[in-house]
């Protein structure tokens, strides 16, 4: 049954040119309740992400004109908008340039509609800043963050993070001294298990330290296990 949460119609924004998928997923999203527009290059899908006003993006990383990743840069320059990234390529490298390049998540294909959908419920809960009114400001060592507006510092200078990081930044400094499982982190922010060879998680924690730590050691790996932020060098 669908809960309140999943009764809000979304409006969402498909860049594939793939023109008989974009019509099965119209279709699909329309019967959950949700709006789907379908752009088929890089150029048209940049513009109307910059100038609608969607919940997420979906885009695909083979696109005629601009590529997926050439648009999610750009995108990424412009405005903070949610973006799942669909690839055909299985290399896994492929995958992490989608993930350092700013994507939310991404989905290879061929993939499921509903595990799409999923996903796209999975990033929005992250992302829908009203979950974390209320909660006090996070202060451990230099490092603070503010969930009421998502908003992060280090020795009093803001620093932007992604959505991902914000999370992922909060949920270890909630648990500072407590080795927190890669099953853990990948179960509450992404809504799925990890696997052995994702490296989804490692991408996020990288740019999380190169933003926080300047050379100090404070979020430390414990090998094959998961991490633990200690707030010191």
Avoid at 19 to 28: A, I, T, Y
Avoid at 64 to 71: E, K, N, Q, S, T
Wanted: net charge negative; with cysteine.
């Amino acid at each position: 049954m669908e809960t309140a949460e999943n009764q809000k119609q979304l409006s969402l924004l498909l860049v594939d040119d793939d023109v008989e998928l974009c019509g099965m997923m119209k279709e699909f999203l329309a019967e959950a309740g949700h709006h789907l527009d379908c752009v088929h290059n890089g150029r048209d899908g940049l513009a109307r992400a910059c100038n609608g006003a969607y919940d997420l993006v979906i885009l695909d990383v083979m696109l005629p004109v601009f590529d997926g990743l050439a648009v999610l840069q750009q995108l990424r320059r412009r405005k903070d908008l949610p973006v799942i990234m669909l690839t055909a390529r299985v290399q896994q490298h492929d995958r992490i340039l989608g993930l350092n390049t700013g994507a939310d998540d991404y989905l290879p294909k061929p993939f499921d509609p509903d595990e799409l959908l999923a996903r796209i419920r999975a990033v929005l809960r992250r992302t829908d800043t009203a979950d974390w009114k209320g909660r006090a400001v996070l202060t451990i060592g230099d490092i603070q963050i503010n969930p009421s507006t998502r908003e992060a510092w280090v020795t009093g200078s803001p620093v932007e993070l992604t959505s991902v990081e914000f999370d992922l930044l909060e949920m270890l400094m909630r648990s500072a001294g407590r080795v927190v499982s890669r099953d853990e982190i990948t179960q509450a922010l992404f809504e799925r298990e990890a696997t052995p060879y994702d490296r989804f998680l490692d991408v996020h924690i990288s740019h999380l330290r190169k933003k926080l730590e300047g050379g100090r050691n404070l979020i430390r790996a414990v090998r094959g296990v998961g991490y633990v932020f200690t707030g010191t060098a």
